[in-house]
């Protein structure tokens, strides 16, 4: 199984991206980090174990990380994820404490013994534990196998402002950072996650599923009648995080093109906002690739199967 941490902010999608991690044997989730960003890090770290106990996997460790992004005021984002970042679910308080160890001294630790390769970091929100740990430790980034990051926008434009998408507005500066660290980086932004909406029929499907995870995500994105959320004019609600998971488990699944981004740190219009160089004419190397283009039933088909596998 390919070994994997994924760093957090649940926050809705995520839960939905660890809960198809934890339902897929190709994967061993060594660890959750959380981050400070759809909900203050107390909230994050928090629903990370609710939905670790959920999915009967209460062994995996829990790491809190960043509080507030390396350089700004704090961006949260209560308006789509609820004042408890998991809104239509309520989880009970978990039984299992966070690890005491703080998330960037773990990765750091974990980094330095492993093999180079070993372990592929998927980051699901702002990038600020990741960043800081290079900021602390350099010589980890030679022994990452890669990073998967739910992150950007170009052609969609951003979701926060008209400009940049969520998690990196929220820190930019730690944007950069991973842009420029040279480690191998997979870049899923909106223009891609946007394709992949839970609609009404999708949300159909979801709720056959008897098991006790499926249930709990349909929860979270129905309306008291039961159609999707917020998005009943459009296509669908966009399911962002899970992708990441879904890009790990079927390649296949998303195509896009090796390209140099850059991330705005400067401007107030534009801040976070990524510069996606689609067509190659700043001259500028390649350090990403970002993927554009879903096969979203495909996603869904994978999703559904994987989490009719959960208790
Ligand atoms: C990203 O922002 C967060 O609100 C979601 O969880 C996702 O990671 C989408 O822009
Ligand atoms: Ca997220």
Redesign the pocket.
């Known amino acids: 199984a390919r070994k994997i941490i994924i760093d957090t902010?649940p926050?809705?999608?995520?839960a939905v991206a660890i809960l198809l991690a934890l339902a897929s044997p190709e994967l061993e989730v060594l660890a959750l980090t959380a981050v400070a960003?759809?909900v203050p890090l107390a909230r994050t770290e928090g629903n990370a174990r609710r939905l670790l106990e959920l999915a009967g996997r209460p062994d995996i460790p829990v790491y809190g990380g960043c509080a507030r992004p390396l350089v700004r005021p704090p961006v949260t984002?209560e308006h789509?994820?609820g004042d408890t970042g998991l809104q239509g679910l309520i989880l009970p308080e978990p039984s299992v404490p966070a690890r005491p160890e703080h998330a960037v001294d773990m990765l750091v630790g974990i980094l330095r013994g492993a093999a180079a390769g070993e372990i592929t970091l998927c980051l699901?929100?702002p990038a600020t534990n990741l960043a800081l740990a290079l900021v602390k430790a350099p010589d980890i980034a030679s022994r990452i196998a890669e990073v998967i990051w739910?992150a950007g926008a170009r052609s969609e434009g951003g979701?926060?402002t008209p400009a940049a998408?969520?998690?990196v507005h929220a820190d930019p500066d730690a944007a950069e950072v991973l842009l420029n660290s040279g480690i191998a980086l997979t870049l899923l932004p909106?223009d891609l996650?946007h394709q992949v909406r839970l609609t009404r029929e999708r949300l159909t499907r979801l709720r056959s599923i008897d098991a006790a995870a499926a249930r709990a995500v349909a929860r979270m994105f129905s309306d008291a009648d039961g159609s999707p959320q917020r998005e009943r004019e459009q296509e669908g609600i966009p399911l962002?995080?899970p992708c990441v998971i879904a890009h790990l488990l079927r390649p296949g699944l998303f195509v896009g093109r090796r390209i140099n981004v850059a991330v705005e740190i400067v401007s107030p219009l534009s801040l976070g906002m990524t510069v996606a160089d689609w067509f190659g004419v700043t001259g500028r190397e390649p350090n990403a690739t970002w993927l554009n283009q879903a096969d979203a039933e495909g996603f869904f088909d994978l999703l559904l199967e994987r989490l009719a596998r959960l208790p």
Request: aromatic share 4%.
């Open positions: 902010d926050g809705k999608d995520d960003g759809n984002a789509v994820h699901l929100g739910m979701n926060v998408e969520y998690n909106l996650t962002h995080d």
